[in-house]
């Protein structure tokens, strides 16, 4: 994973409209499932509204006519009143923030839902271009962001809009020369608003860039980290992370700052109202034509007027925030996934007429490579029966020109160096990528026209690098079948799998860690075995599927493999020869060509590459 690339991409997709209309409107599909949330959050927030309002208008009342006729009564009639609405208001504040954050909540959930389900389908080219830590950063802290547009932006804003309106209607009715003067500082608190609004919209950037810097560097060195202790890294790595924990906390101060400068400025203009406020009103107040309450009630008002129009320069901030997270979410949510799924009785028809029926792999004038990026070209071409490229740059072709057939109840071997590519056949057929020419058939169809779900059903994989699911031993072989115990027990025997089990603490409900963490490569080698072969399998792909198991647990699964691979067409890697003596037909790779081909005997009489490979591997000397 490359940290540079993250911080890249991470900064350029940060940039984007403060508002889009195209996103606001797939947003507010998440939203309509939960109007009653946000109809419900807007009434209260229109009930704390006039709330507001009620205090001053209160406040002039008891100044102008319950003081000057000295009523106490009035004045405890009105007290209790403002206590009441004190009341309301602040059970209307309750109920607006339990809704909002209700509504937050849930959409936040929905989301998290859907990028999980489409990050599942995603083919397996996407994540060899796309850094893990981008991918978590999608689904913890940009959905996060738009959990703060709902909660405290789109209908908080509404509500301050609603405030705002509601005392400025209310100020000009009562006296609109004091209204004129108290918004004579307006144009002063928008250019500040402005300026700030800037300078959080870019350092809002650097803080996303900083974190998904950190997010992808942890990731990638949690699942190294045997190799950091194994080197003695763990200063250095130390430092490298305290490098990017420093630029993050710099962004992190710098919007700090311009967050302590902006809210002192309101302040002071606030102040400014007010002062502006009291000046035109003294001369008025002298000569008659205005009452103290009308002034007090102003004031009051005019600090309360200020408040929302603070909080909407924030809301701004939020949505800003919001347009770039949904920009990348939906991004995700709009990248091509794997070929389409078919619904489970029709899979499970095609299925099960593949079983019956046997299926017959071929491998026809296929040539694949990788792009630059590590990806691939997104071009594919598929000419049928074309066998030769037409491109002069020959060095990036992983596979040139394989052909071969694998028909039910034959064990094909692919053997060869290291990047031959024995593993590029294996992905091809198992569809995680495409070829660029040539076709791969089963049965005679292109799997391209086969849903992906029905051929990955009827193909057993047992890779070598084995990858165990935190959980239980039992879910990790039946991986969500409806597979009964008899059967998951008769799986494991038939490999040797069970004796595993039954050493561990809580045989099947042992809890494995993560990646299997807690009994060894080989015992991991044989549970995923027993996890391919309680598949029934039609197709048997083994990728050295024996590679970290001594050779008398070696033995044991041979002998139950040539038992499995009755009927069943058998696709074997091997990179110790002894394990395919007697496949039916070997296919010695170089550099991607299928060089030899045949039987071990013929291969060995031939006195070629497969005999050269042979020779060096039982240790006999090689001219």
Not at 51 to 57: F, R, S
Not at 170 to 196: E, G, H, Q
């Amino acid at each position: 994973m490359a940290n540079v690339r993250t911080s890249t991409n991470e900064s350029a997709e940060s940039a984007g409209k403060a508002y889009d209309a195209r996103l606001v409107r797939r947003l507010l599909r998440y939203v309509r499932p939960y109007r009653a949330l946000v109809i419900g959050s807007l009434l209260l927030m229109v009930v704390e509204a006039g709330m507001q309002l009620a205090g001053p208008l209160l406040t002039r009342w008891v100044i102008d006519t319950a003081l000057p006729t000295r009523d106490a009564t009035l004045v405890v009639q009105v007290a209790l009143a403002y206590v009441g609405l004190l009341l309301v208001q602040f059970g209307a504040a309750y109920g607006e923030t339990v809704l909002t954050s209700m509504l937050g909540q849930r959409v936040m959930r929905d989301l998290r839902d859907a990028l999980f389900a489409r990050i599942q389908r995603l083919p397996i080219p996407y994540f060899d271009r796309t850094p893990v830590g981008r991918l978590v950063t999608r689904v913890t802290s940009d959905v996060e962001s738009l959990n703060e547009l709902f909660t405290s932006g789109v209908v908080a804003g509404l509500g301050d809009l609603c405030t705002l309106l509601a005392i400025g209607a209310v100020m000009f009715v009562v006296d609109w020369r004091l209204a004129l003067a108290s918004c004579a500082v307006i144009p002063f608190v928008l250019l500040a608003s402005r300026v700030f609004q800037g300078q959080v919209r870019r350092l809002y950037r650097d803080i996303r860039t900083r974190v998904a810097q950190l997010n992808a560097f942890l990731q990638e060195r949690l699942a190294g980290v045997r190799v950091v202790q194994l080197f003695g890294r763990e200063a250095d790595e130390t430092a490298r992370f305290d490098a990017l924990n420093a630029s993050h906390l710099d962004a992190q101060l710098a919007s700090i700052t311009v967050y302590a400068m902006y809210f002192p400025v309101i302040e002071f203009l606030t102040t400014l109202a007010l002062a502006s406020l009291l000046v035109s009103s003294g001369w008025r107040v002298g000569s008659g034509a205005l009452t103290v309450g009308t002034v007090a009630a102003f004031l009051q008002l005019v600090r309360r007027f200020f408040q929302p129009l603070q909080d909407l320069s924030e809301k701004y901030n939020i949505l800003q925030q919001a347009m770039a997270s949904s920009e990348r979410i939906f991004g995700l949510l709009d990248t091509p996934d794997a070929p389409g799924l078919l619904p489970t009785a029709d899979r499970d028809r095609q299925v099960a007429a593949l079983r019956d029926a046997g299926v017959t792999v071929r491998f026809e004038h296929v040539w694949f490579h990788y792009d630059v990026d590590g990806g691939l070209t997104e071009d594919i071409v598929a000419t049928r029966g074309e066998t030769a490229p037409a491109d002069a740059d020959q060095a990036r072709w992983v596979l040139r020109d394989v052909d071969f057939t694998a028909r039910p109840g034959e064990r094909i071997a692919l053997v060869g160096h290291t990047g031959a590519g024995k593993t590029t056949i294996v992905n091809l057929l198992l569809r995680f990528y495409e070829p660029q020419r040539g076709r791969i058939l089963i049965n005679g169809v292109d799997i391209r026209e086969v849903p992906v779900d029905v051929l990955r059903a009827v193909i057993g994989y047992v890779q070598q690098d084995i990858f165990l699911f935190a959980g239980d031993v039992a879910t990790n072989i039946r991986l969500g079948s409806a597979l009964d115990d008899a059967a998951l027990e008769a799986a494991a025997h038939r490999v040797g799998a069970d004796r595993v089990v039954h050493r561990l603490p809580g045989g099947w409900r042992h809890e494995l860690a993560e990646r299997g963490a807690g009994i060894s490569v080989g015992e991991r080698q044989l549970l995923a075995f027993a996890r391919a072969i309680a598949a029934d399998p039609v197709v048997l792909v083994l990728d050295e599927a024996t590679s970290a198991v001594d050779s008398q647990i070696e033995a044991e699964i041979q002998s139950a493999v040539a038992e499995l691979m009755r009927g069943r067409t058998t696709i074997a890697i091997a990179h110790r020869l002894s394990t395919i003596l007697d496949a039916d037909e070997i296919l010695v790779l170089h550099h991607g060509e299928v060089m030899e081909r045949g039987s071990h005997r013929a291969l060995r009489e031939a006195g070629g590459l497969y005999e050269r490979l042979f020779r060096l591997q039982v240790g006999e000397a090689v001219d």
